[in-house]
């Protein structure tokens, strides 16, 4: 009876190893799988971009308008006097559609065109429906007055949810943010404005400024941010030719 005892105990604890090793490689199975899940989710759900993960020295200066016609066309002057070629403009299409001159001027100049809605308003506060509507008469009006569909998108206020960046990819659309704010929109002096983007600027930045008459010191200070940055050895570019073949850097959303 004692050497059945030995034989039953030896035996329970192979059974035990057996099992154990079937729950670990059952666990890790079920963690890989989970894993993955989340991986997966996360690189389907659309998300908006700040920047982009690059070591060559390219930066993307980008330029809101909603509202004035005094402040756009010196900054156009500006650019084509640095001979900067390269940059982005956000356009509200209520503006657009008052000033096709200057729209057109922009086109002309070679300037990328990106949509910044219709309502200047949080669109993260409307429903569905009201989302692809502004979206949408947006994209119309900027499309007929350019002749190019826009496919990049800042959305009023910089706001928006999950909601917003899954409406707006349904419609072709890419939502910009930025990663250095000039804060020129709180007019908060030349040299202010001219410190807050040097001191964050880096290879693959999005640069935030804006066109609109509100702001009275960005073409002031512009000619002192194209020169130093250039002198540091930057390029400037569009905002697709900095996310083309290139590592986005996005937010989560909640």
Known sequence: MKFMFVLSAQRLKQVLIILTALLMAAGIAYAE??????????????????????????????????????????????????????????????????HPEIVK???????????????HDYY???????IRAQIGRAHTILTELTGKKPKLIRMPNGDFDKRVLR??????????Q???????????????????????????????????????????????IIDKLRADGYEFVTVSELIAGSQVQSQEVK
């Open 167 to 176: 409406i707006a990819d349904e419609m072709g659309y890419t939502v910009i």
């Open 124 to 130: 993260s506060k409307y429903t569905d429906e009201e």
């Open 105 to 119: 001027r922009i086109v002309d100049d070679g300037f990328e065109i990106g949509s910044h809605g219709h309502k």
């Open 33 to 98: 799988r989970d894993a993955i899940t989340v991986i997966s989710d996360s690189s389907k759900a659309p998300q908006a971009i700040y920047k982009v993960d690059t070591k060559e020295k390219k930066i993307a200066l980008t330029f809101d308008i909603s509202w004035g016609e005094t402040r756009a066309v010196p900054i156009l002057d500006i650019l084509k006097e640095k001979k900067v070629n390269k940059a982005t403009f956000f356009l509200s299409s209520p503006w657009s559609q008052r």
């Open 178 to 224: 930025w990663d250095t704010d000039s804060k020129d929109w709180i007019n908060p002096g030349v040299d202010t404005i001219v410190n807050n983007v040097l001191s964050k600027a880096h290879p693959g930045d999005i640069v935030l400024l804006h066109a609109s008459d509100s702001c009275k010191q960005t073409h002031l200070a512009l000619p002192q």
